[in-house]
């Protein structure tokens, strides 16, 4: 069984600039979480979906966070414009159902200059 | 809101027993789980407990949960060298019925040989 996917595995962008991460759950898979991992803390939820539906955003920053999940499968985060604290790694992980066990993929490494 | 809170380091050596203790907040939390993460990686599920088991032993992992003093350890025995690794503790927000998972810092395991 394939694991859930991520690209780019790394980004290095300017402040200001706007940047894309793209994640690929596990077949089957409806529940899809997007967490933001600042070096040295541990992953905070930034939005979850149910299918293409969100379910929890609470903890996304709107003003410049955005994510969609348009069919229910793949999903991407966008960040517009970047500040030097969004440098952080991006998980991306998937569960059958809310609740469910998360499987987590590596991860994308941004790093604001 | 929910706080979860680990030792941020652990040395052993090769072959002794490893304990990472971690503490939390919300006393309604039903799940509580370990992740572990190697360089690079994402998160691996360690183990789980539900809310109403005291201890959980999977092989070299033994789980132990005090609800009375909101603590939860995970101890590793005959630990080795790919042990190494930062060790998670998480748990479902108590008034979430969508999975939410609250993290803690992290607590590096460091195995000398």
């Known amino acids: 069984e394939a694991g859930v996917a991520q690209s780019p595995r790394y980004k290095i962008i300017e402040k200001r600039q706007s940047v894309a991460f793209w994640c690929n759950p596990i077949s089957g898979h409806a529940t899809l979480y997007w967490y933001q991992q600042i070096l040295g803390q541990g992953p905070k939820l930034l939005i979850q979906f149910q299918n293409n539906g969100v379910v929890d955003d609470s903890q996304l920053p709107k003003d410049r966070f955005s994510a969609e999940r348009l069919k229910g499968v793949d999903s991407t985060l966008k960040i517009q414009p970047a500040k030097l604290e969004d440098s952080a790694v991006y998980l991306c992980?998937?569960?059958?159902?809310?609740?469910?066990?998360?499987?987590f993929g590596p991860g994308t490494r941004l790093t604001v200059l | 809101g929910e706080d979860v809170e680990q030792s941020l380091f652990l040395s052993v050596r090769e072959g002794d027993s490893s304990v990472i203790n971690c503490t939390y907040t919300?006393?309604?939390?039903?799940?509580l789980y370990w992740y572990k993460q190697e360089p690079g990686a994402g998160l691996q599920l360690l183990t789980y407990?539900?809310?109403?088991?005291d201890m959980k032993q999977d092989q070299r992992l033994t789980v132990l949960l005090n609800k009375k003093d909101k603590h939860l350890s995970l101890r590793i025995a005959d630990t080795q060298t790919g042990d190494s690794a930062i060790y998670f503790c998480?748990?479902?927000?108590?008034?979430?019925?969508?999975?939410?998972?609250?993290f803690g810092q992290g607590t590096t395991l460091q195995v000398k040989p």
């Open positions: 992980a998937s569960s059958l159902g809310p609740g469910g066990e998360q499987f």
């Open positions: 998480a748990v479902v927000h108590g008034s979430s019925n969508t999975g939410k998972l609250i």
């Open positions: 407990i539900f809310s109403n088991m």
């Open positions: 919300d006393s309604s939390s039903t799940y």
